[in-house]
């Protein structure tokens, strides 16, 4: 088996869409709240333009897709998703330390993380510190938790 992380490629979009629906819906959400989910877990043209896009591909299969914005010092990971099939196999890993490294590489000091709460034990481990609660972005009074790592050391 063979991974690498690539660009994404504009007509598979909508099949990293639907990577993403799947790896939500393996924590067991109903219908209602993935369809709530659908808009905040897409991908389209305007994210390639104005945010960082990777995708994890095993065998010539994407596996996993990240999204990253980066905004002066500060950049918020706003998609990490891997296929369900694949969890466990390092794929999320591998994600992660491309986006950090990408941030890193664009000047932000500090990855903020506003995570599904059954994957927030996953950012802890690869590093990040619990900051607080944020809103979600699809289900109005849900709450999230929102963590950050560390790109650079304190001054």
């Not at 991974?3 to 993403?20: T, Y």
């Not at 104005?50 to 706003?78: F, I, P, S, W």
């Not at 927030?120 to 109005?140: C, D, N, V």
């Amino acid at each position: 088996m063979s991974r690498l992380v690539r660009a994404p490629m504009i007509d598979e979009l909508a099949v990293l869409s639907e990577l993403c629906m799947r790896s939500k819906a393996q924590w067991g959400y109903d219908k209602n709240f993935m369809d709530a989910c659908r808009a905040e877990l897409s991908l389209n043209l305007r994210d390639l333009q104005r945010t960082q896009v990777a995708v994890a591909e095993e065998d010539g299969q994407a596996v996993g897709v990240v999204q990253l914005d980066v905004k002066g010092n500060c950049a918020d990971l706003l998609k990490l998703f891997v296929e369900p099939g694949v969890v466990g196999r390092g794929v999320g890993g591998t994600l992660f330390r491309w986006a950090a490294n990408r941030a890193r590489q664009l000047g932000a000091d500090r990855l903020f993380i506003d995570s599904d709460p059954d994957a927030a034990a996953f950012y802890r481990r690869m590093g990040a510190q619990h900051l607080g609660l944020s809103p979600s972005g699809s289900i109005p009074g849900r709450m999230l938790p929102r963590l950050v790592l560390q790109l650079r050391p304190a001054p």
